[in-house]
């Protein structure tokens, strides 16, 4: 597959499963059936394929067994030299073992599609002399809710057997392995015997095949049988030399980011009847991938649409090896693009919706894929209707106050609804209405919107676009600006304009009761109300809130209980007012079981959010600079950088609750927001804190997972999730690389890795050390650069 060759055990950092690979293979959103390779150890099988059908079963697999002279061999003690994996790609791993001293087997397996997994055994003999009796059996098992399944053989007409699986959920699987026939002392295994002469080897083939009825299977695992695997599998090899091949000198650390490539290509499905392109999912594992429902509407959250955090680690790592996917991505959305320009959050495979406006980093993306793929063609297909998106952003219904200073409608639309100023619904938040406050996120994303679109129109030759993205730049900048504390950038109300922090005015006050408060507040601030007590249900209740508004003008807020968010025995609100006193507040509709509480919007909470203003490339130096001490304070840890102040009380580092995670998203803006201001050193150390603890959880569990923990060796969240791989992008832009094509490299700009490190792509190689760049290209020419050279561009045969 790839140039290097592996010598991978279960004691190195794997992921193993494996997913049909879009880019060769058919997908089926609605059906998509993953597959994971089990390496043994003592007392327990060496080699295991592995399934659950989506769910549907508890847990299917399929073990080869070989017999030597009437022994069985498929322990992992029982090998001569157990299996190790020397190569892998997506849709496909290659193991080598020894079932003796002098019988070797190469044990390849392939997802050929959705529906049908296939594996080639090729044996091989050695010695100088013939070894006859001997054979390979095909054992399966299926699992569903604790009880094994029988499984039975079936008499094929042009001879030998088929294994089936039985029925598991609507599949009625079928297993065919060549010349295989029904073992006489078991139904849930096939036998194909066959004898080496001196140095012989021979190859047997198995196909798996899962469709919802036996003849429909067998027909299917028939037809891959009968096929000639030669020129898929040259797809195969052939798509791998499209995928990076990193050596950094650290084996373990080069097995974890060629999986995160492994993974990253596995996680993309063709287009639906929804989507015009291929769009990824975040969670493709053998428990997932299937919907009961046949159109993806049942779907988790990993599979119900391209959310923009995932989708921008996504789409600019993708983008190297398949271009087309990376601006496929943004063409998905593009795709279901309203009049007024309104995008939605998270389109999916099976035509789901979010209902709230996307993310604003749509335009970053589109000028990170022209870094990559160099397609002016396609940035100018898709200016003007970023144009328009970003425009939609500007409108007055997200603007309350008229400001120009847009709020957030839905805490969803920051991709992380768990940063404690906000959290509603959650008891460590402070479950303040995320519209009520204006957030230096926000601006962030918005101001490097409005520059990347304006280096669009100055490269489209857009005179005016451009002007006009430079005017509205000015102005983002200017509204930053005034969030700034001297320290970072801070949250404030959308309607006083002031940073302020909160206090209780009443502490589970009786539901039952008027409460007679006569707190006067300055400066004026906005209130948060909070009901607690009744379990799961869900009062209905009408809050009165009698008081003097900021303007001096007495009034009673009337609130029904339907402006409440509920969750879990607890509603909140915030109210639309700002108050300068509070004199009462009753609820109506509460029993004495219930308690009230009623505290003030406290924004001076830490989180990352203060420190993206350095991601958006558009301030001054001297923000900059000053934005690196709370970086340091605040949010550095071991394992890279968390998403709320280590100094908050409520960062909790054993459960991660509050926002102790690290998450590779928002490591990545800050690690690009460093790159961009010339601290290319700390983003690299950032990366490598990560890349370390992400590689030794891979090592321990055999999965990345969504986030990790900020100081030991944990995955937290899903696991397998695609969010949590290396950031891959982050990673060649801290190296300094990105080869375009097999005759184009770009290259340069400080270098901070330390040790050397070399990228292969498209048969062209650059290495990168302290003391040089190297680079050269299929045709042999080589060039060589000082190790402090200039970002530039390489041409071979320039």
Request: hydrophobic share 40%; charged share 20%.
């Amino acid at each position: 597959m790839s140039e290097r060759r592996w010598q991978l055990t279960p004691q190195h950092p794997t992921a193993l499963q494996i997913a049909a690979d879009a880019r060769i293979s058919p997908t089926d959103y609605t059906d998509d059936q993953v597959w994971e390779l089990m390496l043994g150890k003592v007392d327990s099988p060496a080699l295991a394929l592995q399934t659950r059908y989506g769910g549907r079963a508890g847990l299917a697999s399929l073990v080869p067994m070989w017999i030597v002279e009437r022994r069985p061999v498929y322990q992992y003690q029982a090998y001569a030299v157990p299996p190790t994996v020397t190569s892998f790609a997506p849709g496909f791993v290659r193991l080598e073992a020894k079932i003796t001293p002098t019988l070797s087997v190469r044990a390849e397996y392939w997802v050929i599609e959705s529906h049908a997994v296939g594996g080639r055994y090729t044996v091989k003999n050695t010695s100088g002399r013939a070894v006859p009796d001997l054979a390979l059996e095909l054992v399966g098992f299926v699992g569903i809710n604790g009880q094994e399944v029988k499984l039975s053989t079936l008499p094929r007409p042009e001879g030998g057997h088929a294994l089936l699986l039985g029925q598991i959920g609507t599949l009625q699987p079928a297993v065919l392995l060549e010349n295989g026939t029904a073992s006489p002392d078991s139904r849930s295994k096939l036998r194909a015997a066959f004898s080496l002469p001196p140095r012989g080897q021979t190859i047997i083939r198995f196909v798996h095949a899962g469709l919802g009825d036996v003849s429909a299977s067998l027909a299917l695992a028939q037809k891959h049988l009968a096929a000639n695997w030669t020129p898929n599998l040259r797809k195969v090899a052939i798509g791998m030399n499209d995928i990076p091949e990193i050596t950094t000198g650290d084996e373990n650390v080069d097995a974890a980011l060629a999986f995160s490539y492994q993974h990253l290509v596995q996680s993309f499905l063709q287009p639906t009847a929804s989507l015009p392109y291929a769009s990824f999912v975040a969670t493709r594992r053998p428990y997932t991938g299937f919907s009961p429902r046949r159109d993806g509407t049942d779907y988790p959250r990993s599979w119900s649409g391209q959310a923009p955090t995932l989708a921008y680690l996504s789409a600019l790592a993708v983008a190297p090896i398949q271009g087309k996917w990376g601006w496929g991505v943004l063409q998905n959305y593009l795709a279901i693009q309203r009049d007024d320009g309104w995008i939605d959050w998270k389109p999916g495979l099976g035509g789901q919706k979010q209902g709230v406006l996307c993310l604003p980093i749509l335009a970053r993306l589109a000028w990170g894929l022209y870094q990559y793929t160099e397609n002016t063609a396609m940035l100018r297909e898709v200016y003007p209707k970023l144009s328009k998106f970003f425009g939609r952003w500007l409108q007055r219904d997200l603007d309350i106050d008229g400001d120009g200073f847009p709020e957030w409608q839905n805490e969803l639309q920051t991709g992380y609804p768990f940063f404690p100023t906000f959290a509603q619904g959650l008891p460590y938040g402070q479950n303040a209405d995320i519209r009520t406050v204006e957030s230096p996120d926000l601006l962030a994303y918005l101001l490097s919107e409005a520059i990347c679109l304006g280096e669009i129109a100055y490269l489209l030759g857009h005179k005016e676009g451009e002007k006009a993205f430079a005017d509205q730049a000015k102005a983002l900048q200017s509204a930053l600006e005034a969030l700034w504390n001297g320290e970072r950038y801070t949250y404030r109300d959308r309607d006083t304009n002031l940073t302020t922090t909160g206090r209780i005015l009443l502490k589970d006050g009786r539901g039952d009761e008027e409460h007679f408060l006569a707190e006067r507040l300055d400066p004026p601030n906005r209130l948060i109300v909070q009901i607690t007590g009744g379990v799961e249900h869900t009062p209905k209740v009408i809050v009165y809130i009698d008081g003097v508004t900021a303007a001096g003008e007495a009034i009673r807020d009337v609130v029904d209980g339907a402006q409440f968010v509920w969750s879990s025995g607890r509603g909140t609100f915030t109210t639309q007012r700002v108050y300068q006193q509070v004199d009462r507040v009753h609820v109506e509709g509460l029993s004495r079981v219930y308690a009230v509480t009623v505290s003030t919007l406290d924004t001076t909470g830490v989180d990352i959010n203060g420190l993206l203003p350095l991601w958006s490339a558009g301030l001054p130096p001297e923000r900059a600079a000053a934005l690196l001490k709370p970086l340091a304070e605040h949010f550095t840890r071991k394992n890279g950088v968390v998403m709320v102040s280590t100094r908050d009380p409520r960062f909790d580092p054993k459960d991660a609750e509050g926002g102790a995670g690290v998450r590779p998203f928002w490591l990545t803006l800050i690690g690009e927001g460093l790159i961009e201001t010339g601290q290319v050193a700390l983003a690299t150390d950032l990366l490598k804190r990560l890349i370390h603890a992400q590689t030794a959880v891979l090592t321990a569990e055999k999965s990345f997972f969504e986030f990790y923990h900020p100081d030991e060796a944990r995955g937290l969240g899903e696991p397998g999730n695609t969010n949590g791989i290396i950031p891959l992008h982050l990673l060649l832009r801290v190296l300094g690389i990105r080869i375009v094509s097999k005759t184009k490299v770009w290259t340069g700009g400080s270098y901070h890795w330390g040790s050397p490190v070399t990228v292969t792509q498209y048969g062209v190689t650059v290495k990168r050390s302290p003391q040089g760049i190297h680079i050269e290209f299929p045709s042999g020419k080589t060039v060589s650069l000082a190790a402090d050279a200039v970002w530039q561009e390489v041409k071979d045969g320039a």
